[in-house]
Nanobody
Framework: QVQLVESGGGLVQAGGSLRLSCAAS????????MGWFRQAPGKEREFVAT????????NYADSVKGRCIISRDNAKNTVYLQMNSLKPEDTAVYYC?????????????????????WGKGTLVTVSS
């Protein structure tokens, strides 16, 4: 079992930045690829970014590419999502997830089907 706890969400003006964190516990963190997904009100959950267990492979949704950076610190059992140049359409609950089997070479399922564990999410609100 892996427990995931997100933090760092909040209210920010358009053009601003936020860094989300996700602290993991319960198993060897580096065994898991990690991902960030988001769900806006009234919309389906969507893929944001993933990072392999070693941190060597990352993937991003086109909507955030160039504005977001996913990273991880395996010594701290934490994955991060640095979000810059935020837009109102980035408003959503952001979820952290863990996948034991994902290698990071191929794009992840857009809805996150296959992720083994999920956090409860952190709300990001971007005002215009």
């Amino acid at each position: 079992q892996v427990q995931l706890v997100e933090s760092g969400g909040g209210l920010v003006q358009a053009g601003g930045s936020l860094r989300l964190s996700c602290a993991a516990s319960g198993d060897t963190f580096s065994r898991y690829a990690m991902g960030w997904f988001r769900q806006a009100p009234g919309k389906e959950r969507e893929f944001v970014a993933t990072i392999s267990g070693s941190g060597g492979r990352t993937n991003y949704a086109d909507s955030v590419k160039g504005r977001c950076i996913i990273s991880r610190d395996n010594a701290k059992n934490t994955v991060y999502l640095q979000m810059n140049s935020l837009k109102p359409e980035d408003t959503a609950v952001y979820y952290c997830a863990a996948d034991l089997a994902y290698s990071g070479y191929l794009p992840y399922d857009p809805l996150g089907r296959g992720m083994d564990y999920w956090g409860k999410g952190t709300l990001v609100t971007v005002s215009s």
